[in-house]
């Protein structure tokens, strides 16, 4: 493929003007860019948005060829069957939009999917959230979408992980806003998976008072009650009423970013 082109291009004779890049996307630092037209392993899907969306380089657009259920799901909006914590982390910072669908019989050999195009255009101006807890907070949230987020809340395993962050953040008086460096490292293949299991959120649960955890609780299910979030369900809600309700559980002390990674 690299071979074909660099003959194509040297043919019309623009080889200076053309520089390939032979890595991994998902690895490989990009240099500044300004558009992206690409058809992509449809596998990357996921990580490599976020890497464009949520990286440090300020582009344009980006024209991508997915697989089109991926396409709809990243095209859902709340309520939508379909919408999942990808597209909510991927329009709290992009607008997408739907360009064309694409079968699997205009390709040879014919693949198993059919493809969708779709346009990727980061906004303007951010929302004014740090992006590490909002990352943090959507994965609490859409660990398992169609729960109410009151039942989210009160699961054991989630409070003590979100005492654990709330404690060290707080430890740390205040969260940095990161809208324009980006955050490294996050990867979306945890996208709409509970989380099982873990131990150190394990033996933490046997240092912290019962006591102490209940007052926690009632502090979150207060806050979700008080805002009426407590029966909603997160695949419901827009990203205002998300961000809305990442800043009163802030505001209450509650934090989702685990400071320790930063
Ligand atoms: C859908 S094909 C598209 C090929 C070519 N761009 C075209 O339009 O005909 C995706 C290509 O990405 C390559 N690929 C797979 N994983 C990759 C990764 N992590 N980084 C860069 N390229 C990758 C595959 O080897 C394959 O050649």
Sequence with gaps: MVDALRKRVADRGSEDRLTVIQKDALKTEFPPFDIVVANIPYQISSPLIIKLVYGKIQFRSATLLLQKEFARRLLANPGDSEYNRLAVNVKLVA???FAMDVSKRDFLPVPKVDSSVVIIRPKTELPKV??????AFTRTCFGKKNKTLGATFKQKR?????FKTSTLAGLKKDVAIT?????SGVSVEDDDIDEEGNSEEESLSSSV???EMNLFK???VGVLRAEGFEDKRPSKLSNDELLHLLAVLNHAGVYFHNQAES
Aim: net charge negative; glycine share 8%.
């Design 179 to 183: 809208n324009n460096d980006g955050i």
């Design 130 to 135: 740090n992006l590490a807890e909002w990352w």
């Design 95 to 97: 607008d997408v939009e």
């Design 209 to 211: 008072p019962e006591g």
């Design 158 to 162: 989630k409070l003590m992980e979100i």
């Design 218 to 220: 009632e502090k979150i």
